[in-house]
């Protein structure tokens, strides 16, 4: 909004609820500048005072286009063919209200231009755009004006463009000697003519609206496309039912069902509902009706359907003659193509008509006085308006730039008969890159040399409600994705099968606040498991499927086969885990979106006085030199520092993330506590986390009998596993201290390499102060804080750290076996003995129970393990058999991936053989059945009564068909 200091009392105007106030009434303004402008919005801006001086040092000033005559003026400016030009503003802006929504009145040296429509009261705008221009009186709308007014000005926003811009438009102002004042006013789509009826006809509806009235009965009916952009309109003067019309719809078995809507209003004294179903977003549509029912008689006045149309025609052929007598200035087609409809465009056939984007013309011109075009004749370019002008220019772009998706398709075949049909396809998907815009095609009729017919251009508007938003994270192995590849380039990698041809696409998408969406999509030949992912997710930290859970919404877009859109909302008392995968023909798992949410801690650990401690620690710090610290004084080199560390420990749950900063407390407070605003820290008191790479580094704590001794050592010589199940990250910044970040996945595998710490792993971290020799915590500090801060050299010596330990328990043993693995990922000890089946071509591996003691199986979804109690199970020459009946020397237990087998610690071999035949089995099969891995378990201790098995092979296709329902 603009407002040039309008003095309400001298005008003695009542301001109060003004939406826009215009004024040009200083001389100031119109004298230094060219261009004054205003914006007003009509869905907004429902009070507009826009003020005209009469008189601008000396010249005649007034409203434009009126020509002076206030009292009946009814002048504006609208949309020509190519221009701007006069019409009649009681035409333009229309209501049923008993009053006029404008009026000019002259008070004083100005003219004011009132717009005022009640809250309650409906108006339609039956252009795009209005245009007022406060000018000299001699103003004119030349040629030049024209084209600079509505080419070469952003209309979107309220500007002031001054004299010496010396722009085009400043030198075509420049024979008025004064700048002029424009009041815009746009058209929002709920401000249109509406489509729809009602107890009687009204002038706010569309002119071409079809109303049938029922001869015998009276009842005014019609039918709505709830797919068009033109709002709907219902007008009852009776009893309207369902209440609220459009937000409820009767269906077909007379049933009240909830109708989507946009936007949705009562106006005219809650007689006219208006309401906007589109939302260029395709959703399940549904079909039903409203009626107005009179109060008295209960007899039925109106009826109004509401039904999607699947067949759109554009016949421009019907509209050629129209135009010639009354210019079309828009489109001449506007349509809204939603999955399952076709659009048809008719217009004069032509045998030679140009099918090219890259051409106007053609070698025809000497044999026929014009030539026909249409653009863009394929879909590998697609044009649209683009700007924010009054006429906005055509742009043409590649299809992908604009698009994605491979739902929409344009049959050129008959061009030469005047027909071209697009066709938006149901279970294909399409999305919007960047800011919406409909699409724009056009037929264009170019004569040659004088020929008296002129250039005629038919633009139709397409617009497309989309399958899906574009701009959300999503897995997507497709050449040409359908959600931005940019959001998850961090979150997506390529796995390579071991063992296995092929890749998996795996995202995993964490979600640390409010909610996310996220989507999946299926290559051709891949099915969306488990079951579609409607009601069902696999709970990759417990390797099973599970119900939706409540923080998870498979959101309802248009349906299209392989493609699933999440909706994640943060929980912060349970970590989550969940997400689809994409099977190939096979039941090799090709695409896997996992949806993830840690709880989250912040916590500060305050290094406390001295005196205050209890069971203080000295130890020695490693190598501390090669650490790259602020403030640091030290040469580098290996060398000890002795330190004094205040220890804390924290064991970290699965699914769980600490955000640590430490600070000198000076309140004497041992505990852990919030983190809170550090605004009160003292730059001399920031703190810093060693090691300074803790993504890749750690402390190890080796105890001696002198002192506890910390050494840097590397995460990967100790855990294996998946990838990222471990990940720490240290935030260093000015302005606050140094944070460090501790998160274990949940969804991952944790493997200890150490022998002696098999269960659980310690990490170390201090977090304090350099402690640089005679270059103590005291001597950094102000006298006034150090006094504030009650620190002396006895409370916080040189050296005095936080020593935190964060303890995680692993998921997993560190064993012999296989299963489904990828490259660069050692989730088994790597001297395994890889076989290959001789007959199905299948990867496994060999065990020796009496050299290796225990081994593991490893089958995670959506593949299936056989038998569903492997290792409890066995397959014995294909025949299920129990552990227990082979021996009692063999122990079967489950970590949290793995199926396990082991010896039994006091196993005795007296009454048992070593048997290497025939091996223990168990294997890991697609959905289809395909073996993907067995493991084979060879010299294994039996009991003598233990008899090879005969008999059929048992198989677990029950199994498979309840669990995917195949």
């Not at 399940?284 to 008689?297: A, K, N, V, Y």
């Not at 620690?617 to 000890?640: C, E, F, Q, V």
Request: with cysteine; glycine share 6%.
């Amino acid at each position: 909004m603009i407002s040039f200091s309008l003095v309400a009392a001298l005008l003695a105007v009542n301001v109060t609820g003004i939406d826009i106030l215009c004024d040009f009434s200083s001389e100031a303004p119109l004298e230094e500048n060219a261009v004054l402008m205003c914006v007003a919005q009509s869905s907004t801006d429902r009070s507009i005072y826009a003020i005209c001086p009469l008189n601008v040092n000396g010249v005649p000033y007034g409203w434009h286009p009126i020509s002076g005559n206030y009292e009946n003026g009814d002048g504006v400016y609208v949309s020509g063919t190519s221009h701007l030009e006069e019409s009649s503003l009681s035409r333009m802006l229309v209501s049923e209200y008993k009053n006029k929504l404008w009026h000019f009145e002259v008070h004083g040296s100005n003219v004011i231009l009132y717009i005022n429509v009640p809250e309650d009261e409906h108006f339609v705008m039956k252009d795009n755009r209005l245009l007022f221009i406060c000018a000299p009186s001699t103003f004119k709308l030349t040629s030049s004006l024209n084209y600079h007014l509505t080419r070469k000005i952003d209309i979107t926003k309220s500007i002031r463009i001054p004299w010496r811009d010396g722009s085009g438009l400043t030198e075509a102002l420049k024979p008025f000697g004064k700048g002029i004042g424009m009041l815009y006013l746009r058209r929002s789509n709920f401000q249109q003519p509406l489509q729809g009826c009602g107890s009687r006809s009204s002038s706010l509806f569309l002119d071409k609206q079809l109303v049938d009235v029922d001869a015998d009965t009276g009842v005014r009916s019609c039918e709505v496309d709830p797919m068009s952009s033109t709002p709907i309109g219902f007008l009852c003067e009776g009893r309207m039912e369902p209440p609220e019309c459009m937000k409820y719809l009767i269906d077909t078995n007379g049933k009240i069902r909830p109708n989507r809507t946009e936007r949705w209003t009562l106006m005219n004294r809650s007689t006219l509902v208006v309401a906007q179903p589109l939302t260029y977003l395709a959703t399940s549509l549904f079909e039903g009706h409203c009626l107005c029912i009179d109060p008295l008689t209960d007899r039925v006045l109106a009826k109004i359907v509401v039904k999607p149309r699947y067949e759109y025609v554009c016949d421009i052929n019907n509209m050629l003659m129209k135009n010639r007598v009354q210019p079309i200035h828009s489109f001449w087609c506007s349509v809204t193509l939603h999955p399952g409809s076709t659009l048809t465009i008719r217009f004069p056939p032509d045998p030679n008509i140009i099918l090219s984007d890259t051409t106007n013309t053609s070698t025809l011109q000497a044999v026929y006085p014009y030539e026909t075009q249409f653009k863009p004749s394929t879909l590998e370019h697609v044009s649209f308006l683009t700007g924010r002008k009054w006429f906005n220019s055509l742009r043409m772009v590649d299809y992908n730039t604009k698009l994605s998706g491979d739902a929409l398709s344009m049959d050129t075949s008959s061009a030469h008969k005047g027909v071209i049909k697009i066709k938006y396809h149901r279970d294909k998907p399409l999305a919007m890159i960047g800011e919406y815009e409909p699409l724009c095609f056009y037929w264009q009729l170019l004569p040659h040399r004088n020929n008296v017919f002129g250039k005629i251009i038919t633009p139709i508007k397409v617009a497309l409600a989309v399958t899906h938003p574009y701009d959300i994270k999503g897995c997507d192995s497709h050449q040409t994705p359908i959600f931005d590849p940019s959001l998850v380039a961090k979150d997506c990698v390529w796995k390579k099968y071991e063992y296995i041809n092929g890749f998996l696409h795996k995202c995993v998408l964490e979600n640390a606040y409010g909610a996310i969406k996220a989507g999946i999509f299926c290559k051709d030949g891949e099915s969306l498991m488990p079951n579609n992912c409607l009601e069902n997710l696999y709970d990759y930290s417990l390797g099973k499927t599970t119900r939706l859970p409540q923080s998870v919404k498979s959101l309802t877009y248009a349906k299209v086969s392989g493609m699933r859109i999440l909706q994640l909302s943060y929980n912060n008392t349970r970590p989550l885990s969940v997400g689809c995968s994409c099977v190939d023909s096979q039941g090799y798992d090709r695409s896997q979106l996992i949806l993830q949410s840690n709880v989250q801690h912040m916590l500060v650990l305050p290094i406390i006085p001295i005196p205050e401690l209890n069971g203080d620690m000295t130890m020695k710090l490693y190598n501390l030199g090669k650490l790259t610290i602020s403030d640091a004084r030290s040469p580098g080199g290996s060398h000890n520092i002795d330190i004094i560390g205040q220890y804390e420990k924290i064991v970290v749950a699965r699914g769980t993330s600490y955000s640590l900063e430490c600070r000198y407390s000076y309140q004497n407070s041992s505990h852990l506590q919030q983190i809170i605003d550090s605004e009160e820290i003292p730059d001399e008191l920031k703190t810093s986390w060693i090691p300074k790479k803790s993504e890749s580094t750690y402390l190890y704590k080796y105890i001696t009998t002198s002192a506890d001794r910390l050494i840097k050592r590397n995460y990967k010589d100790v855990i294996t596993g998946s990838s990222k199940v471990i990940s720490v990250t240290h935030k260093q910044s000015n302005d606050s201290p140094a944070l460090l970040t501790f998160s274990y996945r949940s969804s991952g595998i944790l493997i200890s390499k150490d022998p002696n710490n098999a269960n659980s792993l310690s990490f170390h971290y201090l977090c304090g102060l350099r402690p640089d020799v005679g270059y103590g915590l005291v001597d950094r500090i102000s006298e006034v804080d150090r006094e504030r801060l009650n620190i002396t050299d006895l409370r916080y010596p040189s050296g005095t750290y936080k020593l935190l330990e964060m303890v995680v328990v692993t998921t997993d043993p560190y064993v012999h076996g296989c299963g489904v693995t990828f490259t660069g990922e050692e989730i088994f000890k790597p001297d395994t003995v890889h076989i290959t089946d001789a007959n199905d071509g299948s990867s496994g591996c060999q065990v020796d129970l009496s050299e290796h003691r225990e081994c593991g199986f490893y089958c995670p979804p959506p593949y299936v393990i056989d038998p569903p109690l492997c290792f409890q199970e066995v397959l014995v020459d294909g025949v299920v058999t129990q552990l227990s009946d082979i021996s009692d020397s063999m122990v079967y237990h489950k970590s949290t991936h793995f199926s396990l087998l082991s010896l039994h610690h006091s196993h005795k071999q007296s009454n048992q053989e070593p048997k290497m035949s025939p091996p223990l089995q168990c294997r890991c099969l697609s959905i289809t059945g395909e073996v993907i891995s067995t493991i084979n378990i060879v010299n294994y201790y039996s009991n003598d009564s233990f008899k090879r098995p005969k008999g059929l092979m048992r198989v677990y296709r029950h199994i498979l068909d309840e669990l995917f329902g195949q």
